[in-house]
């Protein structure tokens, strides 16, 4: 009788998170589905007409006015959802879905360095809240959908189900998981996946294809050249993050009004733009991503993009950090190739995953990510690069939110007497 009990109580969670995982899953795969489609008519629109950059403080005004008038209870973004994860206080606002999306596709429209993440994973975040009041769910399910709106936000914004349900489990705390989530993360990541690819099919809306021509056998120096670039990985991915949260950090000091703050900000960038001339570093960069897998590029690319990064998202544009640490990864890793004498596509895929690695405190996502866009013979460098880049990012990362759950590696101690 009591196995019974206990088989009844189990089909009855997996058939309720089951469910919650499917609603979540529609709205943020259709969610980052629209989005998408917008994102792609922005980036469009601003390669047709590159005066539009000059527009960039503008729009930057009007982002940070728009957030100061509406949106001031959402503006931690992704850190306000991790912060409700650990802390339960009260449901994300609905009006942090639109308002993301507004802001992202404005900075994108102008040509601000900003990446798409954050505005999936806050749209799912906060569509997947809504769900609390109308199921009445409690602070530990309600803890577990909104996991779980993330990890369908990311899975479905960059089609990897797999690293998008770990990404969810994976980002909350360093060095812990929450198994107990697994199931609706997993859940919501795959169905939202294929949610977004329905309405790609209906919208002709589809995910950059990567491609890896060689991956060479495993050698002693292949694996010493893995850890010697996730070295290098993880203390780009920290610079990152430092240099971004001190930037945020003295333009809050220095300029009190928040509006101010981007319209100085899109100054910069335009003018960057034009006196080194070329549009390289603004925008998502996927053409670059592409080239970076293909051929030989400037060595200093990354340097450029994360220039245009950090003031992009330090002074207050919207989007996300992901993607530019998938451009500043590649076109790093291409540069390494020659040095490390490695096939120049390997280093810049192994780039692309263990930066974002390093920066985000996510390494088992990211290998995940790096077999599902570029086949399952990259894991075993894309994993070396990816722990070694974690261990050197240091404990903060780009989401200040983020908690230390354990050490990224124990204290050394004394092997004398």
Known sequence: MHRLSALTDLLRHLLKWLLLASIVAALAGSASAGFLFALDWATRTRLAHAWLIWLLPVAGFAVGWLYLRYGSSVEGGANLLIDEIHDPKKIIPLRMAPLVLGGTVLSHLFGASVGREGTAVQMGGALADQLTRMFRLNNEDRRIILMAGISAGFASVFGTPLAGALFGLEVLAIGRLRYEAMLPCLAAAVIADQVGLLWG????IQHTHYAVPLIPALSAWTLCAMVIAGVLFGLTGKIFAQATHGLSALMKR????APLRPLIGGLVVALAVWLLG??????????????ALQEPLPAWDFLGKMA????SLGTGFK?????????IGATLGNALGPLLHQPVALLAAIGFVAVFAGAANTPIASTLMAMELFGAEIGVYAAIACVVAYLFS?????YRAQRSGHAKRTASKDLGP
């Open 201 to 204: 099919q209906l919208f002709n």
């Open 308 to 311: 245009f990064t950090i003031v």
């Open 319 to 327: 989007g996300g950090e992901v993607t530019p640490l998938f451009f």
């Open 254 to 257: 220095w300029i009190s009004y």
């Open 394 to 398: 240091g404990h903060a990362g780009i």
């Open 278 to 291: 070329t549009d390289r570093y603004i925008g998502l960069g996927i053409p670059t991503i592409v080239d």
